[in-house]
């Protein structure tokens, strides 16, 4: 995070049309939910590339 430049993000009176919303999702928990598969392969690819440094 220390890397990363982060900000606030207010959106704030903003209207997404009903195509475009995901489906089954409701508030962040769909768009966000990707990120439970990806520490997978992160923590993986962590310990794969400790096992190789040895």
Not at 34 to 48: D, E
């Amino acid at each position: 995070m220390r890397a990363s430049a982060t900000s606030a993000l207010y959106l704030d009176e903003v209207v997404v049309p009903e195509g475009n919303l995901l489906p089954g999702a409701a508030g962040l928990k769909g768009p966000l939910s990707c990120l439970t598969q990806a520490r997978y392969g992160i923590a993986w690819g962590a310990i794969g590339s400790r096992s190789a440094a040895s």
